[in-house]
């Protein structure tokens, strides 16, 4: 199949996994329509296997991947993070939980290559699959490959029903608190004030998108060595991580940066499409082999995260049902976090006051534990438990 072709055959499918995620209110994420469709393709024939190569997706979504990483680096909100380090504590002691469950007890289930491949995959999003589909490949095993993709696919309806109950049941309680509804029934709006000019910050005469990308590709080029004067020890992804925060608190970088390339939708379609490269050599038999592994990971990941959430939040004074819904963000990450909250709130709340006290109190919970669990802690475990394998 020609270059062209392909690719515009991928960019179809791409469009198509969005308005399936439009259309059921992100029920039905983007990815999980990109993988039933890939996989319906390949497994008919109706897609040639070469697919994802003919359209040269592989060599440029690697080069470009380390980019949309140091660009997720410049979303960390540092104040917001200390305004909510009891949701921090939580959410990290959580993740942690459910990663050593999986790995520790999950080992005799399903071996100790699936148990570390899930485990990172559990505890966040595409960033940490795509360090362990990479890995996994270069290593040959591609069954913890498959095992990986399914996992990523399907995990956001392992979380998203826990969340959704935990968060109900937490705003009942909440709205027959008169004293927390007036405190949250008014949004407060705290000005962020004059941002101080950063060290290394450009005049305004930089600000174009050709120059955005430069600065991205330079701090990728700056964690790429970096990883390498650390003989591998630290991985590529999480210094790009660690390098977009670093120069975005120096004013290198700006705050979201892809968006203002003008070419964030064509990044993130190749490297989402990199994602499921391995699909393509996927059968049916080795999926169904993968259920037992899958039924393990989900059961362990939760167990881990209700029972650390119990304690933290008995620990931190937080409600159970609260704390099991921030840990287990990790599931599903943004723009779920945010969607649950704004349902909850419409659905619990008897006025407008109630809703909006619920939603100002549930919804920067939610995000601060999406983001501390997806952007940064699971990248971080994907990182060191690819030494393991």
Known sequence: MTGIVALTILFCIYAAGELIAQKTKAVFSTVLGIAIILLAGFWSGVLPQTLIEDAQVSGFGNLIAGILVVSLGTTIDFPEIKRQWKVVVISLCCVIGSVAAIILLGKPIMGLDM??????????????????????????????????????????????????????????RFREEPKLVAQYCEQTEQSAGQRKRGLLELPPLFARPSVYLAKLGIVAVIANYTAKLTNGAIHYFVLCLVMGALFFALGFLEKGILAKTQSSGLITFFVTILIFSNLATTTPGQVASVLVPLLAAALLGVAGTAVVGFVTGKLLNIPFGLAMSLGISCTFGFPTTMLIPQEVSEAIGRDEREKAAILNYLLPKMLTAGFVTVTIVSVLIAGFVVNML
Not at 131 to 140: D, F, Q, W
Not at 147 to 172: D, E, H, M, N, W
């Open 115 to 172: 148990a570390v491949a899930g485990a990172p995959i559990f505890a966040g999003g595409s960033a940490a699959t795509l360090i362990m589909t990479t890995t996994l490949k270069e290593k040959g095993l591609e069954l913890a490959g498959t095992f990986c993709i399914v996992l990523y696919v399907t995990q956001k309806f392992i979380g998203v029903p826990i969340a959704s109950l935990f968060l109900r049941r937490t705003a009942l």
